[in-house]
């Protein structure tokens, strides 16, 4: 805990900066995950019953992957509000 306190210490605002354009671009891939995803779904239920298990199989994996990147960024959405919220507490000098 003592590690984390000496971190926060030492965030500056570039820092927040930077790790809210990292969440941007995380939310960005997801969105394009998401859209990826949508695109499969559509192309399986119109597609030929034939292929249905290739699709099958590369939906669930790109539907894993967008679980773990939102999961990922609601992570760092979670420590931003921590460290906003320590800095806030921070007096200046």
């Known amino acids: ?3 984390l306190k000496a971190i926060f210490r ?3 605002g570039s820092d927040v900066r930077a790790l809210r ?3 941007a671009e995380l939310k960005a891939t997801n969105a394009q995950i ?3 995803v949508m695109n499969l779904n559509h192309d399986i239920r119109s597609g030929s019953e034939s292929s249905l298990p290739l699709f099958l199989g590369y939906l669930d994996r790109l ?3 967008a679980d773990t990147a939102v999961a ?3 992570t760092i959405e979670r420590q931003l509000a921590e ?3 320590l800095s806030e507490r921070r007096p200046e000098g």
């Open 72 to 74: 990922a960024a609601e």
């Open 83 to 85: 460290m906003r919220e």
């Open 34 to 36: 998401a859209e990826v």
């Open 63 to 65: 539907r894993l992957d």
């Open 21 to 23: 354009a990292e969440v």
């Open 10 to 12: 030492r965030l500056t």
């Open 1 to 3: 805990m003592r590690i």
